[in-house]
Every structure is written in structure tokens, then in C-alpha cells.
């Protein structure tokens, strides 16, 4: 169980009311909000100076825009999980996101609603975007990490061994499973990558996105 009192956040919105009704409801479930910034700036600087476990970002913020903060993180290594808030996030934000190492991607009518099950996600190492989102299947089956999300603990494994370019035999050897055992995981693999059953699909697929594999 994961305890809120242990996580840390930072809060950047340019917008007053928002920024104090999304601080008042997270230190209500008991998480540390230890700053709340207006501009992209402001946010950097506390970032550097806290490293928070989260930083929340609004995208359209003065000075630097949350995609910008987020990318600073990333270049500069921090641990800190980043979470991008706006009224609008489609497709092309959530690309350029995740190449910035964003996790979590939440609207603003859905934050209150969301927000909790976000950090929470993230600390499981599990990527995260507004549930009203997630009804958009078009959306969701074009982002890999979350394809990669539906894969249970067993399929990580296996899916990682064949990003190594290991055989279904050596891969049974590695885990002490039959080589059948092994196709029938790949095999599912592939149904919950909403990829076609073709001899080369999912080493394609794998070859394109070994970043997300071996960070599973």
C-alpha cells in the first residue's frame, strides 16, 4: 500500500483557482504538496531546489510551457515523474509528451476525478491518461506505452527477452517453461498489442520501441 504522506508534489498552474482547489484537494487525501507555481519558471526553480516526487504541469503556462518544463527534467535526468494538464490533449501531445518522459496526461474536468488514480499509477510504474480519454480507442491504440501496460507481469518478461533477440526455445530455457508455453504467451502478446498475426509484426514492433521495453 502506498502510503500519500511519503509523496511529494509540485503544482504549476496559471490559473488561481484551479491551482488551489487541485493543492486543497491533494493535501485533503493526505499527499505533501510542498509548492504550487504560476508559470513555467517559477516550476523549473522549485523543481531544481525540491525534487519532488511529482510535478503536476499545466501545458499553457507564462514563460515556459509545461511540455518545456517536462523536457528540462528529462534532459537533466531527475527523478521526478511528470504529469501534463490541460483542457485539450490529443494524439500529438501525448507523443511529444512521452518522448519528454511525461507519464500522466489529465484534463482539467476530469483532474479532481483523476488525479489520485494518476500518482498512483505512475508509482506502480504504469503510465496514466484521463479516464474520458481512455474511451477513445483510436487515441489509446496509437501510444505504445499503454498498449505495453496491458501486458501482465509474465508477458513483461517475455516481451523484454524478445526485445534481446532471444529465441521462444531460449526464452523457455531462461524461465523454465515449455517453448509452446512461450508461443502462447507471444501469441497474446500480440492480440493485447493490437498487432496483426503476421510472422514479423512483433519483432517489428518490439525493434521500434525497445526504449519502453526495457524500461518495463
Request: with cysteine; hydrophobic share 40%.
Amino acid at each position: 500500500m502506498i502510503d500519500p504522506s511519503q509523496i511529494s508534489i509540485l503544482i504549476a498552474d496559471d490559473h488561481p483557482l484551479l491551482l488551489k482547489g487541485l493543492g486543497d484537494f491533494l493535501r485533503g487525501r493526505g499527499f505533501q504538496v510542498v509548492k504550487q507555481a504560476r508559470d513555467g519558471s517559477e516550476a523549473w526553480r522549485f523543481i531544481i531546489d525540491l525534487k519532488p516526487d511529482f510535478a503536476i504541469l499545466d501545458i499553457d503556462m507564462p514563460y515556459m510551457t509545461g511540455l518545456n518544463v517536462a523536457d528540462l527534467v528529462y534532459k537533466n535526468e531527475l527523478a521526478v515523474n511528470t504529469i501534463l494538464l490541460s483542457y485539450q490533449i490529443d494524439r500529438a501531445t501525448i507523443k511529444i509528451g512521452q518522448q519528454k518522459g511525461v507519464k500522466g496526461f489529465l484534463l482539467k474536468e476530469d483532474a479532481l476525478a483523476d488525479i489520485e488514480n494518476c500518482i498512483y499509477a505512475i508509482a506502480k510504474n504504469e503510465n496514466f491518461i484521463s479516464t474520458s480519454l481512455q474511451d477513445k480507442e483510436a487515441l489509446i491504440e496509437d501510444i505504445p506505452s499503454l498498449r505495453l501496460d496491458k501486458l501482465s507481469p509474465s508477458e513483461k518478461k517475455i516481451i523484454k527477452k524478445i526485445a534481446e533477440g532471444k529465441s521462444s526455445k531460449e526464452i523457455g530455457e531462461l524461465f523454465n517453461i515449455s517453448e509452446r508455453t512461450v508461443e502462447k504467451h507471444r501469441s497474446n502478446i500480440i492480440k493485447k498489442l493490437l498487432l496483426e498475426n503476421g510472422q514479423y509484426a512483433l519483432m517489428n514492433w518490439v525493434s521500434g520501441n525497445k526504449d519502453l521495453i526495457y524500461n518495463l
